[in-house]
Each structure stands twice: as structure tokens, then as C-alpha cells.
């Protein structure tokens, strides 16, 4: 059964850190293109990050560049976003989704599967 789950959410200070983990079963994530996405009751799915198949090429949203890092750790089929220099704005549930494509995007409409979301709320 194919299965994307997302680990790693909490509560954070602002300035603070959190490292999120996707990691799959029925599937390897080193031969899909993997996105970060994040929702709020106020706006749209966005794209926070994405990385290629292969993990040659990574993208970041304008929000969140210099501060968000997404890496592929293929031994235990995991990809991660680590998140540094929290703020409110970075509040929200985060999705990861996987997709064949052999580059990724930002866009929530190029991707096939689909995890169930952490939220991550940033907040004093």
C-alpha cells in the first residue's frame, strides 16, 4: 500500500527551529520528485519547497529561502525539510507529496500522492 506519512511538527518559539520528516512505504522517494507544502485555514496550499528525482535540483518559495533546507536521506527512504528561523507566518499544516516527474514544482497540482500533514505552529 502506497503511503506517504509526515513527521515532526510541534510548537515553536519564534526564531525557533523544527525539523519535518516524510518517509514512505510502497514506494522510494529517490525516483519522485518530493514537495513541502503548507495550508492555513486562510489561504491556498503553497509550495514551500520541492526537490528533484535524483535530488540534483531543489526550489524554495520566496518566504522561506535562506531559511528552509529540504535534503533526501535515501537509506531509511526519508526526505526532510528543516525549518530555521521560524515566524508566525510559517504557521500552518505541512504537507510533503510525491510525483514520477523527473523535476519537481511548486505548484500542488503536479503531484500524485499525498501525505496527511503536521502542523506547525509558531507562537510565544
Known amino acids: 500500500q502506497l503511503q506517504l506519512v509526515e513527521s515532526g511538527g510541534g510548537l515553536v518559539q519564534p526564531g525557533g527551529s523544527l525539523r519535518l520528516s516524510c518517509t514512505a512505504s510502497?514506494?522510494?522517494?529517490?525516483?519522485?520528485?518530493i514537495g513541502w507544502f503548507r495550508q492555513t485555514p486562510r489561504k491556498e496550499r503553497e509550495g514551500v519547497s520541492c526537490i528533484s528525482k535524483g535530488g540534483n535540483h531543489e526550489k524554495y518559495a520566496d518566504s522561506v529561502t535562506g531559511r528552509f533546507r529540504i535534503s533526501r536521506e535515501n537509506a531509511s527512504n526519508t526526505v526532510y525539510l528543516q525549518m530555521t528561523g521560524l515566524n508566525a507566518e510559517d504557521t500552518g499544516v505541512y504537507y510533503c507529496?510525491?510525483?514520477?516527474?523527473?523535476?519537481?514544482?511548486?505548484?500542488?497540482?503536479?503531484?500524485?500522492?499525498w501525505g496527511r500533514g503536521t502542523q506547525v505552529t509558531v507562537s510565544s
Open positions: 507529496a510525491a510525483d514520477p516527474a523527473d523535476y519537481c514544482s511548486k505548484s500542488k497540482y503536479e503531484y500524485r500522492f
Open positions: 510502497g514506494l522510494t522517494l529517490d525516483n519522485y520528485a
